[in-house]
């Protein structure tokens, strides 16, 4: 099957039924809003720059002159609008969003908790925004040392010996500490012959995919009737060509791993790595440490337990935290505290007050030469980390603490709440989400999960993620997070209620849905087989 | 919690229709013997309190009165517009765009992002984003691996150092060589890659060249001929470009690269002490299945209404899991936005005045510094708007000029050890006459 079919087959797992107008069938579409390149006129302008001096000019032209061949023949249709034009354009255009600021994102596995404004206060201050990156040390001490306090305090949080900050996302973190991994075997003299990583059926796509960028094959592990790891074929596949098991923990299930220690112990026996996805950490503050129960690696979501916000799809930010074995092998330079007491700095930190004598700096170039070198450029998504440091010290160790507690009780109210109206494949405690499945709708009613999350849309509500983790048919994944009023849990569970209702009375009505949304559902799989990336300018023959 | 939303009342009614006395009976789940021991996170803040020591951490950093750094990150205006449209709840707090029907506004933003990278590049398709520049060159370099089945790259020393780390930390996992093509840093030399010299190192097992224009030194690369040089052997011209250049030097497209990347930061995205940033990546359509990240293309619903949808997701991880091209997911959506919104309101003029500015500016201040008998460029090619110029004594007045306030570029010799003496300074359309003159005058003070 080429690329594009299956694309169209995926399209159409989840799309089936509606009947699309072919967009060659010639029939100009409706436009909701126009491109901003419509809006271009030659000439119009929103902003303009101050001209060279006659000496700027003159001085200049001494020097050597750029080589014809070198020069651009065609300028860039960029579009040229007026700025009240270019803010209606992208005002409109964030009208058609769901967003956290506008209503409840219970979307299982990406946190959607409240960003506080406090964080892109503290951002924005022209003493971090304008800092440059390459600045010397000494000039950029406030933003060494808040990378320093950060460190600590996600040292503190997850019982890890050292944090990296440089991966700018989940994924990233992911690539960081399978790189690691590979070092570490390598530097054992195992490097070529660990050559698989051991992947739960349960995992998120990112955990494969990044052992595939590595270089090492994915094994997957089956899960068992409770939900969680199958200690028994787990133990069946590990073995001296083991390099490393990645779980999630809480597990995309929303179910905490309670054989822990038996598959720690069982991972460490044949000298593998074990590696915590950390993108479910908000449901465990305070009450497990992945690095004091064993765990060699995790990477941090700072975009989702630390209420960074997502961007539309990031930025983010994915530090790791490594257990000792694996700090030789740290991304580099790290912000370090060249001169002063660890103890001192952080003790007044803590009390709001620098520390004089205290100089912070990047390690210095080689300093740990079995370090697998950067991993991005500069230091991290930095903007990220100023809004989670603002949000740890708001909320202290006591309001983390509450955080994961009141998210874990609002995921339980809605696993008992809507127990009656649709399927819940593991009936037993959950932390910080559950996992629903339609399939008693489709079975009784012919509507899909897809036809389920449609009709929360016209609820106002962004549904769940859905067809997620793939071993449950149907699946709706459920998470509410701990900002959410238990109004708002409670009309949430009354539009599943009607939904579920609905798909009895009326299914053909869920099968239409969403109605009230700007456009409705759109042809994925006719945008696959006739790819438009990009705007045509009207030429004819553009894809 | 600081932001929590539950009365006392609220919490007796949720933890009653659980079922359960009290909260501590949810994590019952968790065996004994791995709960947390400890957990001393220093106790919570009033937001005067937090407002106070985020106050007190950005207050030491020292922001300099002029500045002449770049090395890969630059001081723009950035029009108050462009902190509006970002500033958007309704963008800023959405997740990624997986349900289109409420999601148009970024769908249809990222459309727009790829049709003016596609226009700055002259390539056909351009990804959603990346991390930054440098993960998207590594990336482009495994693609073109994927594209060409070679499993060497080649890269020459002219390519930012940071970038060239990245690229060895991505390639070290599957074990793909990097051989490096030396550029011309010797004495009286041009400060470029030679073609001569790529030719020497390609070969048919070389997946891709990766070059850089303007390179590392501010220095035009002759990248038609390095790119002529790989096609030679089968293998790829991967460029990363500076985009506010753009304006004024070839597309890449024109000159025959394969995949396109660039540190989107010029575009409207703050120095943020180094992030967020944007990486940009454009390549032709014909390798477009092999390409990383996220695509947003143009549809329509079954009332015929024009959308926007993630598509071609076939190569994404969510989908292919281990045969993904890239474990991508989360991007850089809302520097993107950043640099769509900026672009827009600079447009072809405003990007071609920044641009145009930024190249005079750096000009004028190594004119200045010859003129003034303080410096000599270190290399004989044409610059955009970066240039290495030998100072002698250079270490003791770059930070004896720290101390007034300026900040003299940066150290290439951190670098490149045999580039002693020699700053690598910078200008925009932010750098100021007055900002040359201060240069100027705190150079002859440290004579």
């Not at chain 1, 690329?3 to 060659?24: C, H, I, L, M, Y």
């Not at chain 1, 450029?377 to 309001?399: D, K, L, Q």
């Not at chain 1, 494949?425 to 629903?436: A, G, L, Q, S, T």
């Not at chain 2, 029009?79 to 997740?95: D, H, K, Q, S």
Request: glycine fraction near 10%; hydrophobic fraction near 40%.
């Amino acid at each position: 099957m080429s690329v594009a079919e299956r694309a169209g087959t995926v399209a159409d797992a989840s799309g089936r039924g509606a009947a699309f107008a072919s967009p060659s069938a010639g029939e100009a579409a409706t436009v909701v809003e126009p491109l901003i390149f419509e809006a271009s006129a030659p000439g119009r302008r929103a902003v303009r720059f101050p001209q060279p001096s006659e000496r700027a000019r003159r001085v200049a032209t001494g020097q050597p002159d750029l080589p014809a061949g070198s020069l651009r023949a065609t300028a860039p249709r960029l579009p040229e609008v007026s700025e009240l034009d270019l803010l209606r354009h992208f005002n409109r255009l964030s009208q058609l969003n769901h967003a956290i600021d506008l209503g409840f994102y219970p979307l299982g596995s990406c946190t959607m908790k409240y960003n506080p404004k406090v964080n892109e206060w503290a951002a924005a201050l022209p003493g971090f925004a304008a800092s440059h990156p390459v600045d010397p040390a000494a000039s950029s001490q406030g933003s060494l040392e808040l990378e320093w306090l950060l460190g600590e305090l996600l040292r503190e949080i997850s019982g890890f010996a050292a944090v990296s900050l440089q991966p700018a996302a989940g994924a990233h973190g992911e690539l960081t500490g399978m790189l690691m991994t590979r070092a570490y075997h390598r530097a054992n003299g195992q490097g070529e012959t660990r050559t698989r990583v051991l992947v739960p059926d349960s995992a998120h796509g990112t955990n494969p995919a990044t052992a595939s960028m590595v270089g090492y094959e994915t094994v997957t592990i089956r899960s068992n009737e409770r939900g969680g790891i199958d200690l028994d074929a787990l133990r069946a596949t590990l073995d001296e060509r083991t390099a490393a098991l990645m779980i999630t923990n809480p597990s995309t299930l929303g179910i905490f791993e309670d054989q822990i220690d038996a598959v720690l112990s069982a991972v460490h026996e044949v000298g593998a790595i074990a590696y915590m996805d950390g993108a479910n950490l908000n449901a465990i503050l305070g009450r497990f440490r992945p690095g004091e129960a064993g765990f060699d690696v995790m990477h941090f979501n700072l975009h989702k337990t630390f209420s960074t916000p997502h961007g539309g799809g990031g930025p983010g930010a994915g530090p790791v935290g490594v257990g000792e074995r694996l700090v030789p092998f740290l991304p580099g330079p790290q912000p370090i505290l060249a001169e002063g007491d660890p103890d001192t700095v952080r003790r007044n930190a803590w009390a709001g007050r620098s520390t004089p004598g205290a100089r912070f700096a990047l390690e210095e170039p080689g300093s740990r030469p079995e370090s697998i070198g950067r991993v991005r450029m500069h230091t991290g998504n930095f903007g990220m980390f100023v809004r989670a440091y603002t949000y740890i010290r708001s909320n202290g160790g006591a309001g983390l603490r509450a955080v994961s507690d009141d998210a874990v009780l609002a995921a339980n109210y809605l696993r008992v709440r809507l127990a009656d109206a649709y399927d819940l494949p593991y009936d037993r405690i959950c932390k910080h989400e559950v996992v629903f499945s339609g399939r008693r709708q489709k079975r009784a009613n012919g509507v899909t999960t897809l036809d389920i999350a449609k009709a929360i849309l016209d609820h106002g509500i962004h549904p769940p993620t859905i067809y997620f983790p793939l071993i449950v048919e149907e699946a709706l994944m459920i998470e509410p997070t701990e900002t959410e009023s238990l109004e708002t849990l409670d009309r949430f569970v009354e539009a599943m209620h009607e939904i579920a209702d609905r798909a009895g009375s009326d299914p053909g009505s869920l099968r239409r849905a969403p109605v009230t949304t700007p456009v409705g559902r759109l042809d994925e799989a006719g945008a696959a087989r006739r790819p438009d990336l990009r705007h045509a300018f009207g030429e004819t023959g553009a894809e | 919690m600081a932001y929590s939303p539950h009365t006392e009342a609220d919490h007796r009614r949720m933890l009653d229709a659980v079922g359960v006395v009290s909260i501590e009976d949810l994590f019952a789940d968790i065996p004994p013997a791995v709960r947390a021991d400890r957990f001393a996170v220093p106790p919570p803040l009033t937001e005067q309190e937090v407002r106070g020591e985020l106050s007190r951490l950005a207050g030491r950093n020292v922001l300099p009165r002029v500045s002449f750094l770049g090395a890969g990150a630059y001081r723009h205006l950035v029009p108050a517009v462009v902190g509006e449209v970002i500033g958007r709840a309704e963008f800023a707090t959405a997740y990624t765009p997986y349900q289109p029907e409420v999601s148009q506004g970024t769908l249809q933003s990222i459309y727009e992002f790829q049709s003016m990278v596609c226009e700055l590049t002259g390539m056909e398709v351009a990804s959603a984003s990346h991390y930054d520049g440098a993960t998207a060159t590594a990336e482009a370099a495994l693609m073109a691996c994927r594209l060409t089945r070679r499993d060497r790259i080649a890269v020459s020393s002219a390519v930012h150092p940071q970038v060239r780390e990245v690229l060895r930390t991505y390639c070290s996992g599957p074990g793909i060589e990097i051989v490096e093509v030396p550029a011309e840093l010797a004495e009286g030399g041009s400060g470029l890659t030679a073609p001569d010299a790529a030719a020497s190192v390609l070969d048919d097992d070389v997946a891709c060249l990766v070059a850089q224009q303007p390179n590392f030194f501010g220095g035009i690369e002759p990248m038609r001929e390095l790119g002529e040089a790989a096609h030679v052997v089968g293998a790829q011209l991967v460029a990363l470009v500076e985009p506010t250049s753009l304006a004024i030097l070839e597309a890449p497209g024109g000159y025959g690269a394969d995949i396109v990347t660039a540190e989107g930061q010029p575009l409207g995205i703050p120095l943020s002490f180094g992030g967020p940033y944007v990486g940009l990546m454009a390549a032709r359509m014909a390798s477009v299945r092999q390409m990383p990240g996220r695509l947003v293309g143009a549809t329509r619903d079954a009332q015929g209404r024009k959308g926007y949808v993630l598509t071609l997701q076939a190569r994404e991880q969510h989908i292919r899991r281990e045969k993904a091209a890239s474990n991508i997911c989360t991007n850089q959506a809302l520097c993107a936005l950043a640099a769509t919104a900026y672009l827009s309101a600079v447009g072809p003029d405003g990007l071609r005045e920044v641009a145009q500015l930024s190249m005079t500016q750096a000009r004028h201040t190594a004119a200045a510094l010859e003129e003034a008998g303080l410096g000599e460029r270190r290399f004989t090619a044409p610059y955009f708007a970066e240039v290495a110029v030998r100072v002698p004594g250079a270490a003791r007045r770059h930070a004896a000029l720290l101390e007034r306030g300026i900040l003299a570029g940066h150290p290439l010799w951190t670098d490149y050890p045999d580039l002693d003496d020699t700053l690598l300074l910078a200008a925009t359309e932010l750098t100021t006459d007055d900002d040359i003159a201060a240069l100027v005058d705190a150079l002859e003070a440290t004579r």
